[in-house]
């Protein structure tokens, strides 16, 4: 496995440990079981999904569903990483609790078996390219080898509940091409979700999606699925299905990512 696919969730909690960060960039999901478990217990550690924004932080918009709880606000946020993160990791790394939380994380990676270990290097390596970036939770992504707008509408509640509802369209007409949704009971356990399967995909109602002056992309609209099944990388909900999700989301200012083209073009 990646040293530093397996390292970044541990520098992640360092990092949101050090900045007092609410939410972290997603790191890529892998099915290892080391990695579920380092995963797991970065996320663990993260503040509660309701605290108040940090510097840097602003809500992109709202998803209000229902996922068996009663109708919920799932946020959806910008993260602006500060152009001084290096520094202020530093001052953190250098304190008696900088190091108690490198300790710690090497305990959870002894206990996973994985003959790796973290040091402070590692963590100002991964943390500083992050530096001045900006990470958005929602967004559109233009895949020009498909002709489509692949768009994320991601928001976590206040109880830690996380919910992804994903739109293709086609980039030429906006006209909706497919939908998919999941719901993520616990934000500490990242791989235990329910997912819409295909044959059962969401019903999706788009009442706006247009492109704003300055490139970015509004959306509004509801969505409903029935008998979302655990996710073939659950392991706490195996077996188990959600019933019934149905909800309405309305974002303003979508950023757009182009996907690199093949050979550079």
Known sequence: MNRTLLLLPFALALLLSAC????APSTTSAPADAMRAAVDAAAANLPPPDAPLQPGQSVQGLLEADVGKGVQSFRSL????ADDIGEQLDGKLDTGAGQRAIDDANRRLEALGTGTRIGADDVRGIVGGMAGKTFHDSEVRRIDII?????????TAG???????GLSFNDSTLAL????????PRMDSMFDFYESAEG???????ERFEKNPDGSYAIAGSFSAVNLP?????KKLAGKALPRVEGRFDFAALPLKEMPKFGGQ
């Open 20 to 23: 007092g960060s609410e939410q």
């Open 159 to 165: 109880d830690g509940t996380g919910l992804d509802l």
């Open 147 to 155: 002709r489509t707008l692949q768009v994320t509408l991601k928001g």
């Open 230 to 234: 655990a996710s073939q990388l659950a």
């Open 78 to 81: 910008t993260t602006r990483v």
């Open 200 to 206: 059962a995909l969401p019903e999706v109602r788009i």
């Open 177 to 184: 091409d497919s939908a998919s949704v999941s719901v993520r």
